[in-house]
């Protein structure tokens, strides 16, 4: 295994943990993970949500050749979901927190996931 498939492996376990990890860290500093007021039904939504992903991006991190669609969709669904929430984090002052919090954590995820991925070569069969 090359040093390059290597780190991918790993940042699929930590991105895959850290999608784990949402409903703790919207308990812990909600004004950077939680829109206010709080809403139940969008916590639980979201929670399960990302701990699903969370789930997968873990078991893609043994094989991340064999999941690059999934990987892919990681980045590009971090993208969107990172904009929209940073355009509502400037437009609604009291969600500033945002800008600080998951705003810049999906930015890295797409980051970090997209220049990785892209090097993977998917082998022929």
Same mark, same amino acid.
């Given at each position: 295994m090359d040093q390059h498939h290597r780190y991918l492996r790993i940042a699929l376990v930590? !991105?895959?943990i850290a999608f784990l990890l949402v409903y703790p860290l919207m308990k812990i500093w909600s004004s950077g993970w939680s829109w206010q007021p709080a809403q139940y039904e969008y916590e639980q939504m979201i929670v399960g949500i990302y701990a699903t992903l969370? !789930?997968?991006?873990?078991?893609a991190s043994r094989k991340p050749e064999t999941h690059l669609s999934l990987i892919w969709f990681t980045v590009w669904s971090s993208v969107v979901h990172g904009l929209i929430m940073a355009v509502h984090a400037v437009i609604d002052?009291?969600?500033r927190g945002h800008l600080l919090g998951d705003v810049p954590a999906l930015i890295l995820v797409a980051i970090v996931l997209g220049f990785l991925a892209s090097r993977e070569v998917v082998p022929s069969e």
């Open positions: 930590v !991105v895959g969370g !789930v997968f991006l873990l078991w002052p009291a969600e």
